[in-house]
């Protein structure tokens, strides 16, 4: 079996969504990926190359005004090079996204994604966790603590830096990169067997 080539294609306004990239990193390099982090207002051919050859393209972006920032559209629309040749196809496709709102139409920038993702022909890996923290047992440092099913969410204050991004926020972007990477394994094993 191969390892698995994840990509992590981002951006970070202020740094917020470069913290929730760190974790998403951290979870499939520890589920035993080849992980690459790649910002995507600095790409270069080197890196549209990596993308190309990765099993997996996990997307991020802080969510400003309702969708992805104007340097993920850019990318985005950039992408359609690919488009064109079907270069994604049937590589896997999860999401990230963070807000100083709770909710902060986040779910918008994961839905931009995932259409996207759809776009290219890629599959969708969401989260695959229940919601945390929405009964009275529960607690804000449940894993989901947003409850996004779609992908990995985050909330963080609008007056503090990255180092304030909410603990629970960076596990649940851990485990997405766990997930993906896993997912790409099944994958890979079910594409030998066929």
């Not at 989260?127 to 099913?149: A, I, K, M, Q, Y």
């Amino acid at each position: 079996m191969t390892t698995p080539v994840v990509s992590i294609a981002y951006h970070s306004g202020y740094g917020h969504t470069a913290v929730i990239a760190e974790a998403v990193r951290a979870g499939a390099a520890e589920a035993g990926a080849e992980v690459h982090l790649i910002k995507v207002d600095e790409i270069t051919d080197e890196q549209w190359e990596t993308l190309d050859r990765s099993d997996a393209i996990v997307f991020g972006s802080p969510t400003y005004m309702g969708t992805a920032s104007g340097a993920f559209h850019v990318f985005a629309e950039a992408s359609s090079k690919r488009w064109f040749q079907l270069a994604w196809k049937d590589k896997l496709a999860a999401g990230f996204t963070n807000s100083a709102s709770k909710s902060g139409d986040k779910l918008h920038t994961l839905q931009f994604f995932q259409i996207l993702a759809g776009q290219h022909g890629m599959h969708w890996v969401n989260l695959g966790l229940h919601p945390g923290w929405n009964s009275s047992t529960g607690s804000e440092h449940d894993l989901n603590r947003l409850g996004v099913f779609t992908g990995a969410a985050a909330q963080t204050n609008s007056d503090e830096g990255p180092e304030a991004v909410h603990k629970a926020d960076v596990a649940t972007a851990g485990h997405l990169g766990r997930r993906v990477t896993e997912t790409a394994r099944v994958f890979a094993r079910g594409s030998v067997a066929a």
